[in-house]
């Protein structure tokens, strides 16, 4: 394993960003900014020698300052949606941002994603850092957080989270890559399995309302290897409400989904007990790395998580971290040949 760095440029404000490097044994890599701790480019060898680049991403700082979509970013300090832009804790309402409708989401009008972390490799890792303090965006407590990126020798991207909080607060970390296992074009001739019979049931802005559905007989029924673009047109109401899938699916187990394209295949490995199948639905077209063109559908996000809108509905594993109580928790992104 290796780790290097070069410099990616500077932000608005002068600050100076650092690309890192991992390659391991076997010519997979992957480069995290530490604008965002943020999964830059994401190398797989394809088995005929060459290597596919399965992450969308920017080539500049200033490209992931002003774009939204969170490419690739750490999202956080509470990752999807809250409900109204609000929460009660402790006996106590916390008032948030109404960056999504009515709603707060990924952290807020400056999450995680919008800042310069520190980074520094430990071992054959990368370990990004930072303190969110009390009161930003909203959320009380000061929050020491750090994720750890990390390539395996059988070809897995390993992302572990770690947090502690010394006020009661809350809590959602994840990553929002969009992978594209060809590098380029549509995802919807991908093959999609999700290890989930539930999925959370939205409402009009993508929040879920509390009720878990089957997929049994949907268009949301992955427990079997199918296209994408099988089913996303289908006339179904969840569907048309998101323009395509964004719904968070309720996971069995650790082995949450596999993704298929022409030559790679992708596990997602998470202990974590959700997981928000989106399709890029709002994804406007725009130029990406190397004048690539990212559209609508041109990747797919599998983001770990606990369910959104958890403090709002009851029965949802709950995203309160109490004061001094570590958290941790691991996702693996597990990248084979066909």
């Known amino acids: 394993m290796t780790v290097s760095d070069r410099p990616f440029g500077r932000t608005a404000a002068g600050e100076?960003?650092?690309?890192?490097?991992?390659?391991?044994?076997?010519?997979?890599?992957?480069?995290v900014l530490?604008?965002?701790?943020t999964i830059q480019a994401l190398e797989v060898p394809d088995g005929t020698g060459g290597a596919v680049d399965v992450a969308l991403g920017y080539d500049t700082v200033?490209?992931?300052?002003?774009?939204?979509?969170?490419?690739?970013?750490?999202?956080?300090r509470v990752g999807n949606r809250i409900g109204g832009a609000r929460f009660s804790l402790n006996g106590t309402e916390y008032i948030l941002a109404k960056n999504n409708g009515e709603n707060h989401l990924?952290?807020?009008?400056?999450g995680f994603d919008r800042y310069l972390w520190r980074a520094e490799p430990r071992g054959d890792a990368l370990v990004c850092s930072r303190l969110s303090p009390d009161g930003e965006e909203g959320y009380p407590g000061a929050l020491e957080v750090s994720v750890t990126f990390s390539l395996t020798e059988d070809g897995a991207l390993r992302i572990a989270y770690d947090a502690v909080s010394d006020r009661d607060t809350l809590?959602?970390?994840?990553?929002?890559?969009?992978?594209?296992?060809?590098?380029?074009?549509?995802?919807?001739?991908?093959?999609?399995?999700?290890?989930?019979e539930r999925f959370c049931e939205n409402d009009g802005g993508c929040l879920p309302t509390g009720r878990l559905l089957?997929?049994?007989g949907t268009p949301f029924d992955f427990r079997e290897p199918k296209p994408i673009g099988r089913d996303i047109g289908a006339d179904c109401g969840q569907l048309r409400l998101a323009g395509g899938y964004d719904h968070n699916y309720v996971l069995g187990g650790r082995r949450a989904a596999v993704l298929a394209g022409e030559k790679l295949v992708m596990e997602t490995e998470t202990d974590l007990p959700g997981m928000q199948v989106y399709t890029a639905n709002g994804l406007s077209a725009r130029p990406g790395k190397g004048g690539a063109v990212m559209a609508p559908r041109g990747a797919v996000c599998l983001e770990t998580q606990l369910f959104p809108n958890g403090m709002n509905c009851w029965g949802f594993p709950s995203?309160?971290?109490?004061?001094?109580?570590?958290?941790h928790t691991e996702t693996a992104y597990r990248f084979r040949t066909k």
């Open 16 to 31: 100076p960003v650092t690309a890192w490097r991992l390659e391991n044994g076997r010519g997979m890599a992957v480069t």
């Open 34 to 37: 530490d604008y965002g701790a």
């Open 319 to 327: 995203p309160v971290l109490r004061a001094g109580q570590p958290l």
């Open 62 to 76: 200033a490209e992931y300052e002003a774009g939204d979509g969170h490419l690739g970013a750490t999202i956080g």
């Open 214 to 216: 089957d997929v049994a």
């Open 171 to 196: 809590v959602n970390l994840t990553n929002h890559t969009y992978f594209n296992l060809n590098g380029g074009g549509s995802v919807l001739d991908h093959t999609l399995q999700v290890f989930a």
């Open 106 to 110: 990924h952290g807020g009008v400056r």
